[in-house]
């Protein structure tokens, strides 16, 4: 994923921080089980829990416009699953918070705690911070290479039109576009179903989740959304 800009907004410090992540909830064992069953659960470890659990919630999903694959999570860290942690901040509820140093996405859900995805960010020599907003969304958008990223990456150029929307679309399923002073800054905080790309620098300044955390952030964000990005 490559979306470019020049521009980058003034930095602010950080508004929260993680307090911890929240005790992983018990698995229930039927009385039939006895306790063998409980002392095989013992020796699960916490990743494979983790990644037991993961398996429902980054499953394929048939029915959208372009049915989305089940993601490969054997391929992503388990610390970027979608759970939810503490996290300690002065933000209004459904404020979403970038801590691209991290490689995390925070919604903020309130009560000292935040729904926290993991992401892809910027590469090198293209992150910001500062406070922007959500200015518009978008599902299975058209993609259109900024002029500054065709001259980077002149195969960029037959796109220069517009790539509709589709699996191979940069995009991806669900976009949501980042503003400031009314303005559109080229940034946005979009889907990816490359699992690869989570956990690390890779784009112009755009932030990715994958495909399902992403139709999850996006069905719960409105536009006029705060949003914040930390300094990296």
């Not at 659960?41 to 429902?56: F, M, P, Q, S, V």
């Not at 002029?147 to 960029?156: C, D, L, Y």
């Amino acid at each position: 994923m490559a979306i470019d800009t020049d521009g980058v907004f003034g930095a602010t410090a950080p508004l929260g921080r993680e307090a911890g992540r929240l005790s992983r909830r018990s698995f229930l064992i039927g009385s039939a089980a006895g306790a063998g069953a409980l002392g095989l659960a013992g020796c699960a470890n916490t990743d494979d829990l983790l990644r037991a659990e993961a398996k429902a919630t980054y499953g394929a999903l048939p029915g959208e416009k372009f049915p989305i694959p089940a993601v490969d999570i054997s391929k992503v860290d388990p610390k970027y699953f979608r759970h939810t942690v503490q996290y300690a901040s002065s933000e209004a509820p459904g404020t979403i918070v970038i801590d691209p140093a991290n490689h995390f996405v925070y919604r903020i859900e309130g009560g000292g705690s935040a729904t926290r995805y993991g992401a892809n960010v910027g590469r090198d020599g293209f992150r910001w911070s500062g406070d922007a907003y959500v200015g518009r969304k978008s599902e299975w958008a058209t993609w259109t290479p900024p002029k500054e990223m065709i001259q980077r990456q002149p195969e960029a150029g037959k796109y220069a039109r517009g790539m509709p929307g589709g699996l191979e679309n940069p995009l991806g399923a669900r976009t949501l576009h980042l503003y400031k002073d009314g303005k559109y800054t080229l940034f946005t905080i979009y889907a990816t179903s490359d699992p690869d790309t989570i956990g690390q620098g890779i784009t112009s300044g755009c932030v990715g989740l994958l495909s399902q955390d992403m139709i999850d952030l996006y069905g719960r964000t409105p536009v006029k959304t705060k949003v914040v990005v930390l300094p990296a």
